[in-house]
T-cell receptor
Framework: DAGITQSPRHKVTETGTPVTLRCHQTENHRYMYWYRQDPGHGLRLIHYSYGVKDTDKGEVSDGYSVSRSKTEDFLLTLESATSSQTSVYFC????????????FGEGSRLTVL | KNEVEQSPQNLTAQEGEFITINCSYSVGISALHWLQQHPGGGIVSLFMLSSGKKKHGRLIATINIQEKHSSLHITASHPRDSAVYICAVGNYGGATNKLIFGTGTLLAVQP
């Protein structure tokens, strides 16, 4: 199994509070992604990274920011959480340079009250 | 219209049946992925295809680039195959590496 872990796995927070989700990989892959999964929408890209300090927006990036200061860590921050950000968040990594396979983290369930 | 359409959305089968899940897309792609997600669980990559056919155990994936269509087949289905199967397409040209996901097919295999 690819080495990719997310933390925390579950979080309940209140509207207006900041939240940071962490994705950690041990595979040294260049590409990392944050998705959210909601019923009826499938997986939607929030932000992705193609290298240290290189990030770009996805289709649902409003209200989210990311940082990647090391190859192994990709952080997703909700500066001021809203109820619409209640979701399951998945991190993924890709070894696009070779096989192009995708590996997903276990998911982080966030509830914003 | 979604750029990636899966059919059927829901599928119930009896153990041992041959199952086919379809994925059609409307964009140019570099590769197509089939993913599996068990209820409440994580997401596992089953196949990545850019042409032809791949087989892994009881799972077979095919793609027809000209028709922009892919199928995932499960032979001799088993209750443990019950999961959501997700198709995703990627265009890896240029600086982007984005995937577009279908909404998934919920498969229930009854014993």
């Amino acid at each position: 199994d690819a080495g990719i872990t997310q933390s925390p796995r579950h979080k309940v927070t209140e509207t207006g509070t900041p939240v940071t989700l962490r994705c950690h990989q041990t595979e040294n892959h260049r590409y990392m992604y944050w998705y959210r999964q909601d019923p009826g929408h499938g997986l939607r890209l929030i932000h992705y990274s193609y290298g240290v300090k290189d990030t770009d927006k996805g289709e649902v990036s409003d209200g989210y920011s990311v940082s990647r200061s090391k190859t192994e860590d990709f952080l997703l921050t909700l500066e001021s959480a809203t109820s619409s950000q209640t979701s399951v968040y998945f991190c993924a990594i890709s070894n696009r340079e070779s096989t192009g396979e995708l590996f997903f983290g276990e998911g982080s369930r966030l509830t914003v009250l | 219209k979604n750029e990636v359409e899966q059919s059927p959305q829901n599928l119930t089968a009896q153990e041992g049946e041959f199952i086919t899940i379809n994925c059609s897309y409307s964009v140019g792609i570099s590769a197509l992925h089939w993913l599996q997600q068990h209820p409440g669980g994580g997401i596992v990559s089953l196949f990545m295809l850019s042409s032809g056919k791949k087989k892994h155990g009881r799972l077979i994936a095919t793609i027809n680039i000209q028709e922009k269509h892919s199928s995932l087949h499960i032979t001799a289905s088993h209750p443990r195959d019950s999961a959501v199967y997700i198709c995703a397409v990627g265009n890896y040209g240029g600086a982007t590496n984005k995937l577009i996901f279908g909404t998934g097919t919920l498969l229930a295999v009854q014993p």
